[in-house]
């Protein structure tokens, strides 16, 4: 059973930077697909990034292309997010993911099968 918590979330705004911290426990990390899914305020969760486990993969949503950056270190079992040139429409809640098995990544919210209590992002504008 994999456990994921979530951390960096905050208040900024437009135009600047974030980075988001996703800690695993659990689980031998480094042999799943991991992403970041986001949900705002009367929306359906969305698909933000994903990485392979290796990390020599990785898949941004059209709408974070060119801003967002996905990384992983599986040394130490975290899996970040950087977020450059916030937008207010980032806005929302982000939660971490890990594939719902071994050796795949994805880009469903189907694909994974562990989740993090989620973090908050809010941007000003």
């Known amino acids: 059973q994999v456990q994921l918590v979530e951390s960096g979330g905050g208040l900024v705004q437009a135009g600047g930077s974030l980075r988001l911290s996703c800690a695993a426990s659990g689980g031998t990390f480094s042999r799943y697909g991991m992403g970041w899914f986001r949900q705002a305020p009367g929306k359906e969760r969305e698909f933000v990034a994903a990485i392979s486990w290796t990390g020599g993969r990785s898949y941004y949503a059209d709408s974070v292309k060119g801003r967002f950056t996905i990384s992983r270190d599986n040394a130490n079992n975290t899996v970040d997010l950087q977020m450059n040139s916030l937008k207010p429409e980032d806005t929302a809640v982000y939660y971490c993911?890990?594939?719902?098995?071994?050796?795949?990544?994805?880009?469903?919210?189907?694909?994974?099968?562990?989740w993090g209590q989620g973090t908050q992002v809010t941007v000003s504008s």
């Open positions: 993911a890990a594939a719902r098995r071994v050796f795949f990544i994805g880009t469903a919210q189907g694909d994974y099968g562990y």
